[in-house]
């Protein structure tokens, strides 16, 4: 079994475990604004508006029968170029992914570099040899392909987008992340994406609270004012 992380962040994900409350408790949490959505047919099922049209045009993933696919959003409040700031930094994923102890990567950073990553405790993983398929500085784009390591992620692709909005008045991200990855013998499809979504909102969580205490910092102006 791949098994669940030991992690203490709180989950805005739509797919949640059943709980005593049944259908009427279910009922009551839907009805509550969320921060994070998730959807694991990918492809912009779901998704309605600009938001359906940024992952049917930059998330475009081809999951075979042993595989599965999610894609999860989230609204920050802070501009794209200082989100994109710490995304962007392939080499230095420590600057926002709480799970990362250290980071070395081989060579220039360039496309096709790779990248070992050492994992914190709690997971069950300790390294990870991660390559980078495309970085796209105009578009906000993100692609990396796991290619070694020691843990279960095996043929794990990921793709996150950036795309500017407008928050409360002010400039503010739409961040995407959809991932593709292998089903493991002795697991499920839903089990799988339970486990790589729950990582990847502990990102996404983490990346909101670093980026929205430097937009504070920066003090950014209402966009009335710009």
């Known amino acids: 079994m791949i098994g669940r992380p030991e992690v203490r962040c709180f989950f805005y994900g739509e797919r949640r475990r059943k709980t005593k409350g049944g259908k009427k408790q279910r009922n009551k949490k839907k009805k509550k604004k969320k921060k994070m959505n998730g959807n694991k047919n990918g492809g912009g099922a779901g998704f309605g508006g600009i938001v359906g049209e940024y992952i049917r045009r930059h998330h475009k993933h081809d999951p075979k029968d042993h595989q599965c696919t999610s894609t999860l959003v989230r609204h920050i409040k802070a501009p794209v170029h200082l989100v994109w700031s710490l ?8 600057k926002y992914k709480p799970f990362v102890s250290r980071c070395v ?12 990553v050492d994992v914190k405790s709690g997971l069950p993983a300790t390294t990870s040899t991660e390559r980078l398929e495309l970085l796209d500085d105009d578009e906000h784009i993100l692609s990396i392909k796991i290619i070694g390591g020691d843990h279960r992620l095996r043929n794990y692709s990921s793709i996150i ?7 409360d008045g002010r400039p503010g991200t739409v961040v995407i ?13 839903d089990e799988t994406c339970y486990f790589v979504e ?3 909102q502990c990102n996404l ?22």
């Open 177 to 189: 992340e959809s991932f593709v990855v292998d089903v493991p013998e002795g697991n499920t499809k």
């Open 105 to 116: 990567v081989q060579g220039n950073l360039e496309i096709g570099s790779l990248r070992e």
């Open 198 to 200: 729950a990582l990847i």
């Open 205 to 226: 969580k983490s990346l909101c609270d670093v980026s929205e205490r430097l937009a504070v910092q920066d003090r950014t102006e209402p966009i009335d004012r710009l």
């Open 87 to 94: 995304v962007r930094r392939f080499d230095q994923p420590q």
């Open 161 to 167: 987008s950036l795309h500017p909005e407008i928050i």
